[in-house]
């Protein structure tokens, strides 16, 4: 008598191979991000999953083949990927994918006009994404006229701060001489000549003409209460 038996051989599960260098950009800024890619096979058909070691002591989650990131400092980092199966087999990790970061800055051009001052002044250099304080003082006897702020004015204001700065500015500050006034009144029967509140830029001279009517004479003049 025949005896037929069925052994069914379970297959192994063999580990997905292991994945191409990732493609993304050989250089780019700090607190950038950029996207890589990679790609694996399974030999037993097997969904894959990803995972990212970007090279300053941070790794992806595992999840799809392509996946970004941003680095905090300036160096030459290796990007390497590996995959898993969905029974938990991992592949070798790949060769390495090199990026080298710089500092993404940008311009700050602050001027002063005469008379005044803006610090720091000149170009000044910004890291993308930091502040900058700027100062405007005056000159003695001049005042703040105006700040212009990327050709805008925001009034007369003794400090500007550009914060979250992601792009070149401009900052100019303008000074106007200070001023004082001369009220001039003339009694009845004769004049001053200008009268009323006069305008006169400070270190300036003024003069005021007095004048009688026909048949009068001046009197006496008071300048500041004194003969």
């Not at 994918?97 to 602050?110: F, K, P």
């Not at 001027?111 to 250099?125: E, K, L, M, R, Y």
Request: proline letters at 4%; aromatic letters at 8%; glycine letters at 8%.
């Amino acid at each position: 008598e025949l005896v037929h038996t069925c052994i069914h051989v379970k297959p192994i599960n063999q580990n997905p191979t292991t994945p191409s260098i990732p493609s993304g950009p050989s250089s780019g800024y700090t607190r950038t991000n950029y996207n890589f890619s990679t790609t694996a096979s399974d030999p037993n058909g097997d969904e894959l999953q990803y995972r990212f070691d970007w090279g300053d002591g941070e790794s992806s989650d595992w999840g799809a083949s392509s996946q970004s990131h941003s680095w905090s400092s300036v160096n030459v980092f290796c990007i390497k990927a590996q995959a898993q199966d969905s029974k938990g087999a991992l592949s070798a990790w790949s060769d390495c994918r090199n990026i080298t970061t710089t500092e993404n800055t940008h311009i700050i051009t602050a001027s002063a006009g005469a008379n005044g001052s803006i610090s720091p002044s000149g170009i000044v250099t910004v890291n993308h994404g930091s502040s900058r304080t700027f100062i405007i003082s005056a000159a003695a006897n001049y005042h703040i006229q105006d700040v212009l702020v990327n050709g805008e004015s925001v009034g007369a204001v003794t400090s500007y701060r550009f914060t979250n700065v992601t792009q070149n500015h401009t900052i100019q500050a303008s000074f106007a001489i200070d001023t004082h006034t001369i009220t001039a009144t003339a009694g009845a029967n004769g004049s001053i000549s200008p009268s009323d509140v006069v305008t006169v830029s400070h270190g300036s001279s003024r003069m005021f003409t007095i004048s009688a009517a026909a048949n009068y004479h001046i009197q006496d003049v008071l300048v500041n209460g004194e003969s």
